[in-house]
């Protein structure tokens, strides 16, 4: 991942930066239990709204990996099992990136 473009917003305000990965990072957890939800209730075109909507800001810090699952759930008709698994798998990316971003701008 990279903040650098996140950067170039926020020049001369590290605590702006802050407050927007603190919220990026809240909003995001909120989704992914709405996520998990769809998903426990099989209802794709909620999967693949909420995977529409967190989307671009993945793209905007260039985490890759957790891009590549967003777009196949958003994008590719995967069998429930196969999906549940990618979301397990984004799960974890995600706390990862999480902890590295709270590091860095603290």
């Given at each position: 991942y990279s903040l650098t473009s996140l950067q170039s917003f926020f020049v001369n305000d590290p605590e702006g930066l802050k407050e927007f990965i603190t919220s990026f990072i809240k909003s995001t957890k909120e989704?992914?239990?709405?996520?998990?939800?769809?998903i426990v209730?099989?209802?794709?075109?909620?999967?693949?709204?909420?995977s529409h909507r967190i989307g671009p800001i993945f793209k905007q810090i260039?985490?890759?990996s957790i891009i590549a699952i967003l777009d196949d759930l958003e994008l590719k008709m995967y069998p429930m099992k196969t999906i549940l698994?990618?979301?397990?798998?984004?799960?974890?990316?995600?706390?990862?990136l999480f902890e590295l971003l709270d590091r860095e701008v603290i």
């Open positions: 989704n992914l239990v709405h996520l998990e939800n769809a209730e099989n209802n794709r075109p909620e999967i693949k709204a909420i260039q985490a890759h698994a990618n979301f397990k798998e984004l799960k974890n990316k995600t706390e990862t």
